[in-house]
């Protein structure tokens, strides 16, 4: 296995477990239930730590495919640079949960503010995910890109003359 297989390996935790724990977080302020917003920023944490990971991964990744063909270092360095946003967010997030578990082992009043402030933050985070994740795709997907053609999606594919219409 090399970093780009490895980066592929853990680079959709800090995704997926973001959306997850804020939906977790948002159930436990609605339910006013501590143990399950314990279970959200356990998975904040989890995030964070593969968020690292991820970003560990990701320059030996970048050296693996930034000479492929249809792929430029343009649309590498971008996701490159919402990552390492999304990171920082997620370290600041894992950070806030670290506090939100010990609030909420001291049934300290401070509690439910921690909570506020870590559901803020995962929704940047959420928004920011979107933004990683997309750029990601982008990179080897490119049919997915928002200026895509026939000849990006298959570079044997030679385009067909365009006839004038005069």
């Keep these: 296995m090399n970093d780009a297989h490895y980066h592929l390996v853990v680079n959709h935790f800090p995704i997926i477990g973001t959306i997850l724990g804020l939906g977790i977080l ?22 964070a730590i593969f968020a690292a990971f ?26 490159e640079e919402l990552a390492e946003k999304l990171a920082l967010v997620l370290y600041v997030l894992g950070v806030v949960s670290l506090v939100g578990l010990y609030t909420n082992y001291k049934n300290h009043s401070k509690a439910k503010l921690i909570s506020f402030l870590a559901m803020i933050i995962a929704i940047i985070g959420v928004f920011l995910s979107q933004k990683v994740g997309t750029s990601g795709g982008e990179i080897r997907h490119t049919e997915i890109r928002a200026n895509a053609t026939n000849k990006d999606q298959n570079p044997n594919t030679q385009a067909e003359p365009q006839e004038d219409e005069d």
């Design 54 to 79: 991820s970003m560990t991964t990701g320059e030996g990744a970048e050296e693996t495919v930034e000479n492929f063909p249809n792929i430029g270092k343009q649309i590498i360095h971008e996701h």
């Design 26 to 47: 948002i159930a436990g302020i609605v339910f006013k239930n501590a143990t399950v917003k314990n279970v959200s920023y356990v998975l904040f944490i989890v995030a």
